[in-house]
């Protein structure tokens, strides 16, 4: 049995991403944070086995509970994702990598799960462009990582337009549904997170 009001502790408060339009139905019921086409909102999350997460959707009656004002849950909530962060390079993961894998780096979380809410967390951002000081582009593989390029990787014969073909043909044909995120790139300059490419139709 579940049981939320145990879930709703400081502690708990992590979170997650999703594609807005097609969720802002529910999203504007919550408190949350708009990024570029994208939305932050947080949930309530806790392991009850080791193959299940429960997340709660956290409301600001919620955030009462809890004793806590909406700007402090979320404060709260991005220092739980940093203690989970978790940034490594792509052939580190890969048995064979290829000249592609090379390029890229992971973010995500030590579970796996939600990863792609850390580019909602400026300090993890801050971590990330420490490692590619001329900025990075952002490949959202699903809503639990996303892939981080250099803003130099044109001098492999890629760019924005090339990322954009790789995000949308693994969404078509690897990630599911339920998993997708966007079909646009990102790209991060040290100052703010914003959309390089619009999508296509």
């Known amino acids: ?115 792609t809410a850390l580019i909602g967390c400026p300090e993890a951002l801050k971590t990330v462009y420490e490692q590619f000081h001329d900025g990075f582009y952002v490949l959202p593989s699903s809503v639990h990582e996303v892939l981080v390029a250099p803003l130099n990787v044109q001098t492999y014969g890629l760019n924005a337009e090339a990322w954009l073909n790789i995000v949308q043909e693994a969404n078509r044909e690897v990630v599911s549904p339920e998993d997708r995120l966007s079909d646009n790139v990102y790209m991060f300059d040290g100052r703010i997170l914003r959309s390089v490419v619009a999508k296509k139709e």
Request: charged share 25%; with cysteine; net charge negative.
């Open 1 to 115: 049995m579940i049981l939320f009001h145990e879930m709703m502790k400081p502690q708990n408060l992590s979170l997650r991403v999703v594609e807005y339009e097609s969720q802002k139905e529910w999203l504007d019921r919550i408190p949350h944070k708009r990024m570029e086409d994208l939305a932050l909102f947080m949930t309530c999350r806790e392991q009850q086995t080791d193959d299940t997460v429960v997340h709660l959707h956290v409301t600001e009656d919620i955030c009462k509970t809890m004793n806590l004002d909406v700007t402090e849950a979320f404060q709260i909530a991005e220092q739980n994702m940093m203690k989970e962060m978790v940034f490594m390079k792509l052939e580190e993961m890969m048995p064979c990598p290829s000249l592609v894998d090379t390029i890229f780096s992971v973010l995500t979380t030590k579970s796996g799960v939600s990863g």
